[in-house]
């Protein structure tokens, strides 16, 4: 099956910084990504969805200003969290769907934030 | 605005049970449904996909069903498995845009 790789797994970080978190499709090529968060025991929260080459559209109330997406390639988006506060320690996860028209979602395993 | 639940949001059985796990949703105007499975601290892990013209879905011990009028969708899972233990959780993709809205989820304890 597809792999959708994320990187780093857990960063802890000092509140003011930017931490960089980046989601690769392995074996296929992805069109779109989506980024999402999750809370303790709650499901997730779609944040924004990423399209190759062009700009990402966020959810409303998310600030594209502090969660800033960049999807460079057909295999790779980045979430940076700029200017993190402890606010902002929370479970990221990515998706990815294949661009040759499959439907299923692929996820990665994750990122664990907690800014100190 | 598509909303999605599911019941019960925690569920424990002894092992070798068969066992259901129900999702709703508000829109019954939906491209499809995927079931997912998420185990703690990790990503989520893709069950079952039902297209919206699909009545059901199976994959060895787990059968997925659609009712896409009633806007419900159900998972079951057969002879379960103390490995089966983790969070299920349902999302749905309406006929506009590429978003999946998910549910929050039923957690699942299988006890040896």
């Known amino acids: 099956g597809a792999v959708v790789s994320q990187h780093p797994s857990r960063v802890i970080c000092k509140s003011g910084t930017s931490v960089k978190i980046e989601c690769r499709s392995l074996d296929f090529q992805a069109t779109t990504m989506f980024w999402y968060r999750q809370f303790p025991k709650k499901s997730l929260m779609l944040m924004a969805t990423?399209?190759?080459?062009?700009?990402?559209?966020?959810e409303q109330g998310v600030e594209k200003d502090k969660f800033l997406i960049n999807h460079a390639s057909l295999t790779l988006s980045t979430l940076t969290v700029t200017s993190a506060h402890p606010e902002d320690s929370s479970f990221y996860i990515c998706?990815?769907?294949?661009?040759?028209?499959?439907?299923?979602?692929?996820f990665g395993s994750g990122t664990q934030l907690s800014v100190l | 605005k598509q909303e999605v639940t599911q019941i019960p949001a925690a569920l424990s059985v002894p092992e070798g049970e068969n066992l259901v796990l129900n999702c709703s949703f508000t829109d019954s105007a939906i491209y499809n449904l995927q079931w997912f499975r998420q185990d703690p601290g990790k990503g989520l892990t893709s069950l079952l996909l039902?297209?919206?013209?699909?009545r059901e879905q199976t994959s060895g011990r787990l059968n997925a069903s659609l009712d896409k009028s009633s806007g419900r969708s159900t998972l079951y899972i057969a002879a379960s498995q103390p490995g089966d233990s983790a969070t299920y959780l349902c999302?749905?993709?309406?006929?506009?845009?590429?978003?999946?809205?998910f549910g929050p989820g039923t957690r699942l304890s299988v006890l040896p």
């Open positions: 999302a749905v993709r309406g006929n506009y845009g590429q978003n999946f809205v």
């Open positions: 990423s399209n190759e080459g062009s700009k990402a559209t966020y």
């Open positions: 998706s990815a769907r294949p661009g040759t028209g499959g439907e299923k979602l692929f």
């Open positions: 039902i297209q919206s013209s699909q």
